[in-house]
């Protein structure tokens, strides 16, 4: 398949740039198997789409502060987005710089201290912070929300709370995985009183997955690494809701690159550890019966992916009617429901 196949035109007033008031007062699309009608729904009826015995997972992960601004000492300012931490003193970047900058180059932080250049590999740096201050303390005090591009801002404090799952608990993400965005306290609460399980996976979202596909040819495409947690307790619920004849509803991209990647062996086994895992048609998900899930980028691996679940010409032709009907796009847009494709 080629890059160029998951091409679509979107308005730009269509980007969401700001959240909606309350997380679930989103739109909800859902796209049955063709040639069923798509259904425009709103996100506070989901529980009409669940019944008692099913399993909602979440990636539980927690966005950190990971954008930082500086200038090289040779001059050319440097926005740097941290990708994994290492240790105390070193993370994995990739670097928003004019030059790249060569080995042994220093970045002088604007919020004081610097970082040494160790080593490059494509796109990513390895950097080293050149002071005994430790890498978690340095994004505390100095680090900025990382909000993409596209919404052409800057995080201010409301995004501290809005671009955060209310679930999250575990730090590690530079992107929220932002399917979870859309459930609240109140639409948890109605899920459970249906008899839905709620199940957790770790997925630590990163700057990769804002990566474009470079390659013409989609199976060229070299996808970048996250760290998962797919433990004991999901599994076993998941064992549980498959024995049970309930069905496992994945929220979020992330969830079903957590469990197609533990289910390499053929069954969904504990696993902890980094994914390469890239998911385009022609790779048959099987672990989850429903995805809830945003609208994605046009080219993007995870349009790839959603095609991958529900058809590509049944996903372009859901985008094109979310285009029409003006639903939201991207991070803080709206939300679609796919059922597999038949």
Do not use: C
Request: no cysteine; aromatic share 8%.
């Amino acid at each position: 398949m080629k890059r160029s196949d998951f091409h679509y035109q979107l308005p730009p007033e269509l980007i969401a740039s700001e959240p909606l008031e309350q997380r679930s007062a989103s739109r909800l699309l859902r796209v049955p198997p063709a040639p069923a009608p798509f259904e425009d729904r709103q996100m506070r009826d989901l529980p009409s789409l669940l019944r008692s015995g099913d399993l909602l997972v979440l990636n539980d992960t927690r966005v950190i502060p990971a954008r930082l601004y500086g200038q090289k000492t040779t001059g050319g300012r440097v926005e740097i987005m941290i990708e994994r931490v290492i240790g105390q003193h070193e993370a994995i970047v990739q670097l928003g710089v004019s030059k790249p900058p060569k080995e042994d180059a220093v970045i002088e932080l604007d919020a004081g201290g610097s970082f040494r250049v160790l080593s490059r590999d494509g796109g990513f740096y390895r950097l080293r912070l050149q002071s005994s201050e430790t890498m978690e303390h340095l994004l505390s005090r100095a680090g900025h929300l990382p909000l993409p591009h596209y919404m052409g801002r800057e995080a201010v404090a409301a995004d501290t709370e809005r671009y955060q799952t209310v679930f999250a608990r575990h730090a590690g993400a530079v992107a929220a995985p932002t399917a979870g965005l859309h459930f609240d306290a109140p639409l948890l609460d109605a899920v459970r009183e249906l008899g839905v399980e709620i199940g957790h996976v770790t997925l630590h979202v990163g700057a990769g997955t804002f990566q474009p596909v470079r390659s013409e040819l989609v199976h060229e495409h070299r996808m970048h690494s996250e760290w998962l947690n797919v433990g004991a307790e999901l599994v076993e619920q998941v064992r549980h809701a498959r024995r049970r004849g309930g069905r496992v509803i994945a929220v979020g991209t992330t969830v079903v690159r957590a469990l197609e990647s533990a289910s390499q062996g053929g069954d969904l086994k504990p696993l902890a550890g980094e994914t390469q895992i890239f998911i385009f048609p022609g790779y048959k998900i099987r672990s989850v019966d429903a995805l809830i899930t945003n609208f994605h980028l046009p080219e993007s691996t995870l349009l790839m992916l959603v095609s991958a679940f529900a058809g590509r010409e049944r996903v372009l032709a859901a985008y094109q009617h979310a285009i029409e009907q003006r639903y939201r796009f991207y991070s803080y847009g709206d939300a679609m429901w796919l059922e597999p494709d038949a």
